[in-house]
T-cell receptor, first 114, second 115 residues
């Protein structure tokens, strides 16, 4: 079975400071990893994904994520947070090899303080 | 930019009633999904659908649930006899492919309230 853990329910960061939202995963075989963002009363928006290759992947709105196979982690990062980044962030995993089910973490609320 | 749309945005129904939630996936996408999110909880996979049949389903997707692609554009989720615990936000998603690392594009959701 595949699973995702987001250990922090909420992360607070001052505007302009770097931010990190943590994610660890468990899956059989090679993972496809995703980050999505959810704004209030909206659906999930895709931010970025890891397939293979470079451990640092870049995505939308200046976000990036670092894949660490040994630690089974895929932390979301941004060098300089904006107030508009405040939202709910979901990490997700899918096993490669034909399975379509995506498993989401419980979400982390990011609050950027002006 | 093409997007997934869902109707209605909010549905209120009485326990035991049937509801149909509607989705229009992105036009060139071939794989379709339903997820639900109970208030304050994580997003849970319900079902995936390809080539007019279910390709995967979760343990949540029991006999009360069914999906259909009645025409070339709509994708529906039917709950035959709603329970209080079916109250949740239901998201439709679609991807252009299935087995590769395709990100899923989500609709804005339908909030289902069962009273």
């Amino acid at each position: 079975a595949q699973s995702v853990a987001q250990p922090e329910d909420q992360v607070n960061v001052a505007e302009g400071n770097p931010l990190t939202v943590k994610c660890t995963y468990s899956v059989s075989g090679n993972p496809y990893l995703f980050w999505y963002v959810q704004y209030p009363n909206r659906g999930l928006q895709f931010l970025l994904k890891y397939i293979t290759g470079d451990n640092l992947v870049k995505g939308s709105y200046g976000f990036e994520a670092e894949f660490n196979k040994s630690q089974t982690s895929f932390h979301l990062k941004k060098p300089s947070a904006l107030v508009s980044d405040s939202a709910l962030y979901f990490c997700a995993v899918r096993a490669s090899g034909g399975y379509q089910k995506v498993t989401f973490g419980t979400g982390t609320k990011l609050q950027v303080i002006p | 930019e093409p997007e997934v749309t869902q109707t209605p945005s909010h549905q209120v129904t009485q326990m035991g009633q049937e509801v149909i939630l509607r989705c229009v996936p992105i036009s060139n996408h071939l794989y379709f999904y339903w997820y639900r999110q109970i208030l304050g909880q994580k997003v849970e996979f319900l079902v995936s659908f390809y080539n007019n049949e279910i390709s995967e389903k979760s343990e949540i997707f029991d006999d009360q649930f069914s999906v259909e692609r009645p025409d070339g554009s709509n994708f529906t989720l039917k709950i035959r006899s709603t329970k209080l615990e079916d109250s949740a936000m239901y998201f439709c998603a679609s991807t252009v492919g299935g087995q590769g690392p395709y990100e899923q594009y989500f609709g804005p959701g339908t909030r289902l309230t069962v009273t």
